[in-house]
């Protein structure tokens, strides 16, 4: 191995992925070649697919991946999905070591009543959808409706809120796609509701997010003030170095003291309820809630206990947004406690606690999904570290066909067609093509055939 360059797949292009394929190709012993391998025909995961339209600068993190994807001794793969198009035993076959950084794939459950009803949607399903991603273009939300509910508290449950509430001139300038502005603009939405199970000073949302409700130009933020008033356990968390939560109650006591301004939309934001079912006939008409109380969960914070208190909030759409999971991928070990792959710090373990030679692992199927962008790199470098020194001390298996011709001829044996770094950029040149006379970043192409026609040139 000493005469050639370590090769390493990395399996899934996003912020994890990139960090790692930076910090894979900053080595110089060993010097490191590195395949990123990518289900999609385009890169960038969750900066493409999740940050929201409306949130234009947190997009320009590509701008740093772009600059690692030109450096020498790196090919993006897309359009190949590992597990099906690569096998792990393949991918074992072929590299000197993987790093998995495919986050998670699918959301939370609730576990109540009602969840599966049409009507009741996955805020990961909406995100997917106004953002472009070609497997959710057939989604129908139906927004026809006065009352939208959106279960959770973190900054997806306030990004989905956000874009319900926005106006069609707030989202003519962004990548959201037409379809979906068109379905938010003539929405009949009145009112969308957030629910938070525990109180204000616990909310998983940032003040940034939280404060940007506030400047939409078509809602009213709604909050009441007796939700804002603090139980003991929730005022000694804020006197405790919480910085985060003082700015966000400090920013809900000014909604709560605020007039509303008769928008044509309220945005209500309520604490301390949690849904126990969603309710109809056929489909979603209301969700019943119980109120909580909050009691110290002894470990500094708080948990959710329910009351007897019910209550039944009509509503035609739910979105439930209580986070993601990861999801289990063939032949590599899965906690699925956790929803994560199974490792210490990047390397993983098999049931035992082994280390499974050449396997790494990075971002949210590494840490669960938490974080902004930037985490990914702190942990995405722990990962690299790890492996590097794995390589060093001669730890990683032997590869038997580490090469890049022998990668590209199974594909072309198993009839994949890849999308190199050059069919991405021709992607990425026709959607800015049509989105500039608009004034918009991009329009995304958002089928599986305009893309790979796209990529063909
Ligand atoms: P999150 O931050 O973990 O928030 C999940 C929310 O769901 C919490 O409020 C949680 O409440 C609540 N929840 C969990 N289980 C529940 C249940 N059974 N019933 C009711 N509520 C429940 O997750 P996320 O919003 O999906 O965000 C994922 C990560 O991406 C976060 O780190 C987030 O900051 C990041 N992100 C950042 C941005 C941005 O920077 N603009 C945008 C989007 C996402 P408890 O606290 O009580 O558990």
Redesign the pocket.
């Known amino acids: 191995m000493a005469d050639r360059p370590l090769r390493v797949a990395v399996v899934g292009s996003g912020p994890a992925g990139f960090y790692a394929a930076a910090a894979l190709l900053s080595s110089e012993e060993p010097r490191v070649e590195v395949d990123m391998i990518e289900r999609l025909p385009t890169p960038w995961g969750l900066v493409r697919l999740?940050?929201?339209p409306d949130?234009p600068e947190?997009k320009t993190a590509s701008r740093v991946f772009e600059k690692t994807a030109a450096l020498q001794g790196f090919r993006f793969l897309g359009n190949v999905e590992a597990g099906c198009d690569l096998t792990s035993e393949d991918l074992l076959r072929l590299y000197d070591a993987v790093v998995f950084t495919v986050g998670a794939q699918t959301d939370?459950r609730?576990g109540i009543p009602g969840e599966d009803l049409p009507g009741s949607w996955a805020a990961t399903e909406f995100v997917a959808w106004y953002n472009g991603h070609p497997d959710y273009q057939e989604l129908e939300f139906d927004l026809g409706v006065e009352r939208a509910v959106v279960?959770?508290?973190?900054?997806?449950?306030v990004?989905v809120a956000r874009m319900l509430a926005r106006t069609r001139e707030e989202l003519a300038p962004t990548d959201a796609t037409d379809q979906a502005i068109e379905a938010i603009d003539r929405s009949g939405l009145h009112e969308i509701v957030m629910?938070?199970?525990?109180g204000p000073a616990?909310?998983?949302f940032?003040p940034p997010?939280l404060k940007e409700l506030g400047e939409l130009g078509g809602a009213d933020v709604v909050v009441d003030p007796a939700d804002l008033e603090l139980d003991a356990a929730s005022a000694a968390e804020l006197e405790a170095d919480r910085a985060r939560a003082r700015r966000n109650v400090d920013i809900l006591r000014e909604f709560a003291a605020a007039t509303p301004s008769g928008k044509p939309k309220r945005l209500v934001l309520r604490f301390c309820v949690?849904?126990v079912a969603i309710l109809g006939d056929g489909r979603v008409e209301a969700v019943e809630v119980v109120r909580n109380e909050l009691v110290p969960d002894g470990r500094g914070s708080v948990r959710?206990v329910p009351t007897g208190e019910r209550e039944v909030i009509p509503c035609g759409i739910v979105f439930r947004?209580?986070?993601?999971r990861g999801v289990e991928l063939p032949g590599v070990p899965f906690d699925s406690e956790r929803a994560t792959i199974r490792n210490n710090g990047g390397r993983v373990l098999d049931e035992q606690g082994v280390q499974v030679p050449g396997t790494y692992c990075a971002g949210w199927i590494k840490r669960g999904?938490?974080?902004?962008i930037g985490t990914n790199k702190k942990d995405a470098v722990e990962t690299v570290d790890a492996l590097l020194e794995d390589a060093r001390a001669g730890r990683l298996p032997e590869a038997h066909d580490a090469s890049a011709d022998a990668v590209d001829a199974l594909l072309v044996e198993r009839g994949v067609e890849v999308v190199m770094y050059p069919g991405w950029q021709l992607i990425d040149k026709l959607e800015c093509a049509r989105g500039g006379p608009h004034g918009r970043p991009r329009v995304k192409l958002s089928s599986w055939d305009e893309l790979l026609k796209a990529a063909r040139g």
């Open positions: 999740g940050v929201a949130h947190l939370k609730l279960i959770g508290n973190g900054n997806v449950a990004d629910l938070g199970r525990r616990q909310a998983a940032t997010e949690s849904p959710a947004s209580v986070g993601y999904p938490s974080g902004v």
